[in-house]
């Protein structure tokens, strides 16, 4: 039996073996942590081992901060852009690593379960918000598919790519700011394509009315109507499609 966030049992050899959180193998017969004043120092996370009412042992292991973490959180707040951290770690080690990478305390939600971290994108909805959010686990997965735009790592497991609009194949987390500028051109592309549209069909749809028939004799036809949309969009697209290849371009290491 297992529960996502918590940990696993099992039954080997006649005993009930747990592993997980520490709420987890207590929950499943385990009464006892002696080594609690220990690990309320350590910065690791923590994962429990318990044999049938007894606490066998402790696994400490140190996820490594990405080394361009805090570059991306720098460019992020400059950019007025709120960020919170979300960790299923104690809170010792969850604020260790957001005081690496530049996030606040009072930003960090630390042993939330996946249930919570969806409950918490949720609440920041109704409070009108926009939510984009970038997890690369199964624990992330429900998350990443209720907030706006699921953004999920490369080199993350399969649940979280499939239910993100976006994954990071380079498994790079500064490729985040590559997509947010690419989608910043993508519409101003698109707004200038409206008032391209809204300017030409202004000029145009008087014309081709016949409005300077009378005075110059001078008829826009439907097909040099049609001709003049089609170099007008090619004009536009050529713009997008370069901007967008110059950015892709530049974000390609070496």
């Known amino acids: 039996m297992e529960e996502p966030g918590s940990g696993t049992v099992a039954i080997i050899g006649n005993k009930k073996v747990s592993v997980g959180t520490l709420d987890w193998i207590q929950r499943h017969g385990v009464n006892e942590n002696p080594f609690q004043e220990v690990e309320d120092l350590k910065n690791q996370s923590t994962v429990y081992v318990g044999v049938d009412d007894t606490l066998a042992g402790l696994i400490y292991f140190e996820d490594q901060i990405r080394e361009d973490a805090g570059y991306v959180v720098g460019s992020l707040s400059r950019l007025g852009i709120d960020m919170y951290m979300l960790s299923g770690d104690k809170r010792s080690t969850a604020e260790y690593v957001a005081s690496v990478i530049g996030i606040p305390k009072e930003k960090v939600l630390s042993e939330v379960k996946p249930a919570e971290k969806k409950r918490f994108i949720g609440q920041l909805q109704r409070d009108q918000k926009i939510v984009a959010m970038v997890g690369d686990g199964i624990n992330d997965a429900a998350a990443l598919a209720s907030s706006d735009i699921g953004i999920a790592m490369g080199g993350g497991v399969g649940a979280a790519s499939e239910v993100s609009s976006i994954v990071l194949l380079g498994n790079r987390l500064s490729q985040l700011l590559d997509a947010l500028e690419l989608s910043r051109l993508t519409m101003k592309t698109v707004k200038q394509n409206l008032w391209w549209a809204f300017a030409y069909n202004i000029v145009g749809i008087p014309i081709a009315a ?25 004009g536009m697209d050529r713009e997008m499609i370069t901007e967008t290849y110059d950015k892709w371009r530049a974000s390609i290491p070496g």
């Open 210 to 234: 016949g409005m300077l028939l009378p005075v110059t004799g001078t008829m826009l036809t439907p097909s040099i109507a049609g001709a003049l949309m089609g170099l007008s969009s090619i």
